[in-house]
């Protein structure tokens, strides 16, 4: 279908909606954050009522972006009868966004509209708003409200490249392409602060996130044979108080600029016995097959998955069971 004409369709949903849930992704980052605070400010500023919801808590390092103070974790919004229709941002299908069991326990089922840039998107939505050629789901929103005829202002512009940055790796990744950097001159010109975005999420890491970091890349290991670079973040690493998950954040897109491997995976046990991998390649090889079969997903050159298990160490690499 043209995406012109789905952009359109979107923007005749969320216009006729009588509030609309605009919902990033749990354990949220630059993209998704950025992607949904965009719409957010749109619908503030066409005077429709909007919730802005995540099923965790926005991290610190992004709370410059405009909208995400006004962004709940609260889930009693899903039992509002008024959301009617639902916005979804950057997420395959409604379990990785975090809310399946919110959304079947609905009052009212909302129309839902799916903004996302996976190739392994489940299309799930009423509307699906899906470009795989896309950098970033904040581009696909940037089309969106170009196409729409939207008024992109130095707020919405800010969160939009705050999701485009994210995405192409500060534009250093295989997702750095014209049209993304069209796109991110576009919202520099019409004010976004990228200064701003650039240090927030760049030079973000403490001295005790480095230290952590260290010993992550300690322990990496390199098969010669299928050309993978991995490393392990076991729980025991995140049990030092004043460490979290923010502390981990970017390893894998760090590791896969720098290091000289076909593709990077970075496991990082998970609470509840799960283990959580990071696929990651600058090469023409599609990361995100693996990921599918071990039931996760992603794109070509970034894709995740979560498995039962612990993290344990063998003479040939890393093995979780």
């Given at each position: 279908m043209d995406i012109g004409f789905l952009h359109q369709e979107a923007h005749e949903t969320v216009r006729g909606a009588r509030r609309v849930l605009i919902v990033?992704?749990?354990k949220p980052d630059g993209d998704t954050?950025?992607?949904?605070?965009?719409?957010?400010?749109?619908?503030?500023?066409k005077g429709i009522p909007a919730t802005g919801f995540c099923h965790d808590i926005v991290p610190q390092q992004y709370m410059?972006?405009?909208?995400t103070e006004e962004f709940t974790a609260d889930p009693a919004v899903f039992a509002d009868p008024s959301h009617d229709v639902m916005a979804v941002f950057d997420a395959?299908?409604?379990?990785?966004?975090?809310i399946a069991d919110l959304v079947a326990s609905m009052p009212v089922k909302p129309t839902i509209v799916n903004f996302d840039h996976h190739a392994t998107n489940e299309r799930f939505g009423t509307v699906n708003v899906v470009d795989v050629k896309a950098s970033s789901t904040a581009e696909v929103v940037y089309d969106f409200l170009r196409t729409v005829g939207a008024d992109i202002d130095r707020d919405i512009a800010t969160c939009l490249l705050t999701g485009i940055i994210t995405d192409t790796g500060s534009f250093s990744n295989p997702a750095t392409t014209d049209s993304a950097l069209g796109a991110?001159?576009?919202?520099?010109?019409?004010?976004?602060?990228?200064?701003?975005?650039?240090s927030k999420l760049m030079r973000n890491k403490s001295l005790m996130s480095l230290r952590l970091w260290g010993?992550?890349?300690?322990?990496?290991?390199?098969?010669?044979?299928?050309?993978v670079a991995s490393t392990a973040i076991f729980a025991k690493d995140l049990e030092v108080e004043g460490i979290d998950d923010e502390h981990?954040?970017?390893?894998?897109?760090?590791?896969?600029?720098?290091l000289d491997a076909k593709v990077v995976l970075v496991l990082k046990e998970l609470p509840d016995n799960k283990v959580k991998g990071s696929f990651r390649t600058a090469e023409d090889i599609d990361v995100s097959a693996p990921a599918k079969i071990l039931g996760g997903g992603g794109h070509k050159k970034a894709a995740g998955f979560t498995v039962p298990g612990r993290i344990t160490e063998t003479a040939n690499g890393w093995k979780v069971e």
């Open positions: 990033a992704h749990k954050l950025g992607a949904a605070t965009a719409m957010f400010n749109f619908c503030k500023a410059y972006i405009p909208g395959g299908d409604l379990r990785f966004a975090g991110a001159s576009d919202l520099v010109r019409r004010g976004a602060k990228m200064q701003e975005v650039s010993q992550v890349l300690a322990r990496l290991k390199y098969n010669e044979k299928l050309g981990v954040e970017g390893i894998s897109n760090f590791l896969n600029q720098f």
